[in-house]
């Protein structure tokens, strides 16, 4: 990125929502090359300094020294409710309460303040330790050897030995995510003081922890009655890790991002949530289903359509279902491009009913397709009520479709 130099006057603010059509503003090319690289909006230069800002269908936060840009779902979602989405498509056992998300104008302020109190809640009865399998080579036997490492690399010597065992040790997975959360909400140019102290000085806990390589794979860890008090911020640091980037450079470079895509977000969501509660009825949920729309012999002509979920039972495809967060307005659905999708998922998988999910609160809606007996439910999931209500509404949409399959099957008795 373009080094971003700072400034002595407070960064400009500009709050876009997802829907609309932008605005145009003063921006600096540096800040325009930022943002246009984030992939959170689009910076077009007009002349004389004056770009046209417009969303791309992305939501989040851009933050430079002298520009921060927010791009906010179109429901007006608080941090908490985003995370909640966010996370849970994840870990089914992500909720509001895992987070304790500040609720504050900025979203930077709001990831930091959270951050900073349950990294505060981990570390307070000190520093997690945990086991880690080491693999070295000594001239005495430590753990087990490795044989067919000893044979590979040292045909015919006794030593050293190519050993494997297990550490109790800080340098943990649960350590190292933590640490990494901290070390990149603290490189966010703009967070508070107050806040900044925090974050640095829990880091500083964790000093002997290995340091994370920027884009490397975040390791593996596993809910246990052992980490219990780190969980919760874990989970936010693996969102923080996964969406938001930080680059503090040479002291003069500071510049941040935190971009998702609703689209994907609450596909993921709907999907993980759907599965989860249709896990109480007979058959198996799966998610992103292939399935073939036209006759073909050579699979170059194949046409194939992936619905977001389809519901089996004895292999036999009888529900589907699609996501789609572009479909909400104020008023209800989508009334064109999408019903021809699930038009088209019913024909390809001979299933009569399919279900819309959209994020709204309007009223569930039936439509029959003239000349045939298939219809499309749109059903509304309102993002806003609290993240118990939403599953419940996904428990609902399970039950409902469930007995739409055992009306079908009596019918065709």
């Given at each position: 990125?373009?080094?971003?130099?700072?400034s002595?006057?407070?960064?400009?603010?500009?709050?876009?929502?997802?829907?609309?059509?932008?605005?145009?503003?003063?921006?600096?090319?540096?800040?325009?090359?930022?943002?246009?690289?984030?992939?959170?909006?689009?910076?077009?230069?007009?002349?004389?300094?004056?770009?046209?800002?417009e969303?791309?269908?992305?939501?989040?936060?851009?933050?430079?020294?002298?520009?921060?840009?927010?791009?906010?779902?179109?429901?007006?979602?608080?941090?908490?409710?985003?995370?909640?989405?966010?996370?849970?498509?994840?870990?089914?056992?992500?909720?509001?309460?895992?987070?304790?998300?500040?609720?504050?104008?900025?979203?930077?302020?709001?990831?930091?303040?959270?951050?900073?109190?349950?990294?505060?809640?981990?570390?307070?009865?000190?520093?997690?330790?945990?086991?880690?399998?080491?693999?070295?080579?000594?001239?005495?036997?430590?753990?087990?050897?490795?044989?067919?490492?000893?044979?590979?690399?040292?045909?015919?010597?006794?030593?050293?030995?190519?050993?494997?065992?297990?550490?109790?040790?800080?340098?943990?997975?649960?350590?190292?995510?933590?640490?990494?959360?901290?070390?990149?909400?603290?490189?966010?140019?703009?967070?508070?003081?107050?806040?900044?102290?925090?974050?640095?000085?829990?880091?500083?806990?964790?000093?002997?922890?290995?340091?994370?390589?920027?884009?490397?794979?975040?390791?593996?860890?596993?809910?246990?009655?052992?980490?219990?008090?780190?969980?919760?911020?874990?989970?936010l640091?693996?969102v923080?890790?996964?969406?938001?980037?930080?680059?503090?450079?040479?002291g003069?470079?500071?510049?941040?991002?935190?971009?998702?895509?609703?689209?994907?977000?609450?596909?993921?969501?709907?999907?993980?949530?759907?599965?989860?509660?249709?896990?109480?009825?007979?058959g198996?949920?799966?998610?992103?289903?292939?399935?073939?729309?036209?006759?073909?012999?050579?699979?170059?002509?194949?046409?194939?359509?992936?619905?977001?979920?389809?519901?089996?039972?004895?292999?036999?495809?009888?529900?589907?279902?699609?996501?789609?967060?572009?479909?909400?307005?104020?008023?209800?659905?989508?009334?064109?491009?999408?019903?021809?999708?699930?038009?088209?998922?019913?024909?390809?998988?001979?299933?009569?009913?399919?279900w819309?999910?959209?994020?709204?609160?309007?009223?569930?809606?039936?439509?029959?397709?003239?000349?045939?007996d298939?219809d499309?439910?749109?059903?509304?999931?309102?993002?806003?009520?609290?993240?118990?209500?939403?599953?419940?509404?996904?428990?609902?949409?399970?039950?409902?479709?469930?007995?739409?399959?055992?009306?079908?099957?009596?019918?065709?008795?």
């Amino acid at each position: 990125m373009t080094a971003l130099r700072a400034s002595s006057q407070p960064a400009r603010r500009i709050v876009l929502d997802e829907l609309s059509g932008g605005v145009v503003d003063r921006l600096d090319a540096a800040s325009a090359a930022y943002v246009n690289g984030s992939g959170l909006a689009k910076a077009s230069p007009l002349g004389l300094g004056l770009y046209r800002i417009e969303p791309v269908g992305k939501v989040g936060s851009v933050r430079t020294a002298t520009l921060q840009l927010e791009v906010r779902p179109k429901e007006r979602l608080g941090l908490g409710r985003l995370l909640f989405l966010l996370g849970y498509a994840g870990d089914q056992g992500f909720r509001e309460d895992s987070v304790a998300a500040v609720e504050e104008a900025d979203l930077w302020s709001a990831l930091a303040e959270s951050l900073a109190q349950l990294a505060d809640r981990a570390l307070s009865r000190g520093v997690l330790q945990g086991y880690l399998t080491v693999d070295e080579s000594l001239r005495t036997v430590k753990g087990r050897i490795r044989i067919s490492d000893q044979i590979s690399r040292r045909p015919g010597m006794l030593v050293p030995l190519e050993v494997s065992y297990d550490e109790f040790t800080e340098d943990i997975a649960e350590n190292r995510i933590l640490r990494a959360a901290l070390e990149r909400m603290s490189q966010v140019p703009g967070v508070r003081p107050e806040a900044l102290s925090r974050l640095r000085q829990l880091k500083g806990k964790l000093a002997a922890v290995t340091r994370l390589q920027s884009g490397a794979p975040l390791p593996a860890w596993r809910p246990s009655r052992m980490n219990t008090r780190y969980q919760a911020s874990l989970r936010l640091s693996e969102v923080i890790l996964r969406h938001a980037s930080a680059e503090a450079g040479d002291g003069t470079q500071q510049s941040a991002s935190f971009v998702v895509d609703m689209s994907v977000v609450f596909a993921d969501f709907v999907g993980t949530a759907l599965r989860e509660a249709m896990a109480a009825y007979p058959g198996e949920m799966r998610l992103r289903y292939n399935a073939l729309l036209n006759e073909a012999v050579r699979d170059s002509d194949r046409i194939v359509v992936q619905p977001g979920a389809v519901h089996l039972l004895g292999g036999r495809p009888v529900m589907v279902y699609d996501a789609k967060y572009q479909a909400a307005a104020d008023v209800g659905a989508s009334l064109s491009g999408d019903h021809y999708r699930m038009l088209a998922y019913c024909t390809s998988l001979r299933v009569p009913t399919a279900w819309l999910v959209y994020p709204g609160a309007g009223e569930i809606k039936l439509r029959r397709i003239l000349n045939t007996d298939i219809d499309v439910v749109e059903f509304p999931l309102d993002l806003s009520r609290p993240p118990a209500e939403i599953l419940a509404s996904v428990a609902d949409l399970a039950q409902q479709s469930w007995g739409e399959v055992v009306r079908q099957a009596t019918i065709s008795r």
